[in-house]
């Protein structure tokens, strides 16, 4: 009797196996890859920076509406929320981000952005697509119509997040705040992905555990007191001790951080002065420090601080430098179980060469949020660069423009269509069977 019980458990196991290996065909892609390539282009063109996505949030919304499912608009800001409901079954989560950069485009694409906005401060920028997000919408836009057409391949619940100002680490909490999982069905399993040149356009990478970076943004304002120019004796040089500074903060990881334990301090920028002959009253620096370990993460914070009271103090600073923490996210971590269920069905569908196992990267992302929800997650790597720039490029020991670059450019056609191949075949897997 108990073989018999096994035999029927294993036998439902593998049908249910079975089924959710429903391949994508390339007819699928086909049918959908020219609207996803037009809106694609037409994302490029129109980029909107972070918190102002409103015409970003209405294109998407749009479309994913004409598709059959049921949409909100305005979570959190300008975040989308889609549900297309297919019978009992799981709930998944497939999230893209709407913003772009306030960066000057140089790819010399026919389609580049000549996109200037206002930012928060009131300044002229240009603006950009420089991280992907035009790639990330267009596949799922893609991947929501397949879905939407072939409901046969898969059952449960299907969850479409457009999130806000990723790039200001502040639209997953704004989204979260505003009654995501509660006002919506919470998702037993989340998925992203985002396109790099660090992997050639054809290959999706999959990191285990630890993804990304723990990021915290510093801005330090430095003391001292104005003057003329030509009378340094009589002030107190902020810029001098900002200098300091910045050149004692990269003996941080040098001199204090274990060897091979991952940490980075980098300066963004210096503000200072707006006259050649005038010695300012103040300086203000902008940091970003990475970290993985949380341990290393307050270590090196307690480091900046020491250091930057330190050189103020002992540059006759007439008061303790403000140090503001203005943004932080944790790392993204990717649940090394879901990893390893979904590793099989992406190399069936791609082939077991293209699906890479990747290392942590030092970028950050603030899915990290969604993630301390208790959303088991899979964060993946796709490649964007061409085939053959990637393999002269390894030869010659150079890089690729990375993300943020002016000339950022992925190779759009076989990225954005290995993009749909891998949301579907992992939302297909996902909505086949009980979450995991």
Request: a negative charge; one cysteine or more; hydrophobic letters at 40%.
């Amino acid at each position: 009797m108990k073989i018999a019980i096994a035999l029927v458990t294993l036998s439902l196991t593998l049908s249910a196996f079975a089924q959710s290996q429903s391949p994508i065909s390339s007819k699928e892609i086909d049918a959908v890859y020219p609207a996803a390539h037009d809106l694609y282009l037409d994302l490029h063109q129109s980029p909107e920076l972070s918190s102002h996505e409103t015409q970003t949030a209405s294109k998407l919304a749009a479309r994913l509406r004409a598709l059959g499912y049921e949409v909100t608009e305005a979570v959190g800001g300008t975040g989308v929320v889609a549900i297309l409901k297919n019978g009992a079954g799981p709930t998944i989560m497939l999230r893209t981000e709407l913003d772009a950069l306030p960066v000057e485009e140089k790819t010399g694409l026919p389609y580049a952005s000549k996109v200037h906005a206002k930012d928060d401060s009131g300044h002229d920028v240009p603006v950009m697509h420089a991280c992907g997000h035009d790639l990330h919408m267009a596949a799922l836009v893609a991947t929501a119509d397949i879905m939407a057409h072939s409901k046969q391949t898969w059952h449960g619940t299907l969850m479409l997040i457009g999130q806000p100002a990723e790039e200001t680490i502040s639209g997953a909490k704004k989204m979260i705040a505003d009654g995501l999982f509660t006002r919506f069905p919470k998702p037993a399993i989340g998925v992203a992905l985002h396109v790099g040149n660090e992997l050639p356009a054809g290959q999706i990478g999959i990191t285990p555990g630890v993804y990304d970076a723990n990021a915290d943004s510093l801005r330090i304002t430095i003391y001292g007191k104005g003057g003329h120019g030509a009378a340094p004796q009589s002030t107190i040089d902020p810029i001098v001790i900002a200098a300091r500074t910045i050149l004692a903060l990269q003996t941080i990881v040098s001199r204090e951080v274990k060897p091979g334990d991952m940490a980075v301090v980098t300066v963004g920028y210096i503000r200072a002065g707006a006259k050649n002959n005038i010695i300012p009253d103040q300086a203000e620096l902008g940091l970003t420090v990475r970290t993985y370990k949380a341990e290393v993460r307050k270590q090196v914070l307690a480091a900046i601080a020491r250091i930057t009271k330190a050189e103020a103090l002992a540059g006759g600073a007439p008061q303790e430098p403000l140090i503001e923490h203005l943004e932080s996210t944790d790392s993204v971590y990717n649940d090394p179980a879901l990893a390893q269920r979904l590793r099989a069905p992406l190399e069936a569908a791609l082939g077991k060469q293209n699906v890479i196992a990747t290392e942590p990267i030092t970028p950050s992302e603030d899915y990290a949020f969604f993630v301390e929800q208790g959303i088991p997650s899979l964060y993946m790597s796709l490649g964007g660069a061409d085939p053959q720039k990637y393999a002269e490029a390894k030869s010659a020991g150079t890089s690729l423009p990375s993300n943020h670059s002016p000339f950022f450019a992925p190779d759009v056609a076989p990225a954005l269509r290995t993009g749909i191949e891998v949301e579907v075949t992992v939302l297909r897997s996902l909505l086949n069977g009980a979450a995991q």
